[in-house]
Nanobody
Framework: QVQLVESGGGLVQAGGSLRLSCAAS????????WDWYRQAPGNQREWVAG???????RYADSVKGRFTISRDNAKNTVYLQMNSLKPEDTANYYC??????????????WGKGTLVTVSS
């Protein structure tokens, strides 16, 4: 069984920074890609950033230049460094891992989310 747990959310003033973490645990063989998504109240979930197994990164235009995604393969963990935060960044942030669990085909796993609130 595989679990993803996010941490690092909280309340921050506009212009501030937060660092989110997401750790995967369980019977993991290897993790392919990691992605961060977010969902603001009343809105659909949107993709924020992604990182490949080789370390290539991609970002949504709305966060490019402000957010940085990274991964620690030894710890089965992904990070999202968020700088210059804006009130419109307020949302629940979810991590997604596309991975092979032992004895299983590759599939997506999701965390339960961590809330980021940016005050103006």
């Amino acid at each position: 069984q595989v679990q993803l747990v996010e941490s690092g959310g909280g309340l921050v003033q506009a212009g501030g920074s937060l660092r989110l973490s997401c750790a995967a645990s369980g019977s993991i063989f290897t993790i392919d890609t990691w992605d961060w998504y977010r969902q603001a109240p009343g809105n659909q979930r949107e993709w924020v950033a992604g990182i490949s197994s080789g370390g290539s990164t991609r970002y949504a235009d709305s966060v490019k230049g402000r957010f940085t995604i990274s991964r620690d393969n030894a710890k089965n963990t992904v990070y999202l460094q968020m700088n210059s935060l804006k009130p419109e960044d307020t949302a629940n942030y979810y991590c997604n891992a596309r991975l092979w669990a032992r004895g299983s085909a590759k599939r997506d796993y999701w965390g339960k989310g961590t809330l980021v609130t940016v005050s103006s």
